[in-house]
């Protein structure tokens, strides 16, 4: 079992910038695919990015690419989603999540078995 723990979420303007940070414990942190989604309210929760247990390989959903960049820290088990150029449609509560399955990110929300609580974000106009 993998417990996950976010940070790093609050309220900026939009142009604004945030990073947010998921802390990891419970299994070696190397041997995981590492993702962040967001659930806006009434909406489903959608992928945001993800990276490759090495962290050479990411993935971005269109709307986040050229704004958002996931990293990870294998030594620190800790993962980052540096956000710049925010919107106020990036508002959402943001998961970080671990897949211990593949070793490539993938986008589907079902690929993974481990959450955290989520941080809020909220971007205004």
């Known amino acids: 079992q993998v417990q996950l723990v976010e940070s790093g979420g609050g309220l900026v303007q939009a142009g604004g910038s945030l990073r947010l940070s998921c802390v990891a414990s419970g299994r070696t942190f190397s041997r995981i695919v590492m993702g962040w989604f967001r659930q806006a309210p009434g909406k489903e929760r959608e992928f945001v990015a993800g990276i490759s247990r090495s962290g050479k390989l990411t993935l971005y959903a269109d709307s986040v690419k050229g704004r958002f960049t996931i990293s990870k820290d294998n030594a620190k088990d800790t993962e980052y989603l540096q956000m710049n150029s925010l919107k106020p449609e990036d508002t959402a509560v943001y998961y970080c999540?671990?897949?211990?399955?593949?070793?490539?990110?993938?986008?589907?929300?079902?690929?993974?078995?481990?959450w955290g609580q989520g941080t809020q974000v909220t971007v205004s106009s």
């Open positions: 999540a671990g897949d211990p399955t593949y070793t490539t990110p993938r986008g589907n929300v079902r690929e993974y078995d481990y």
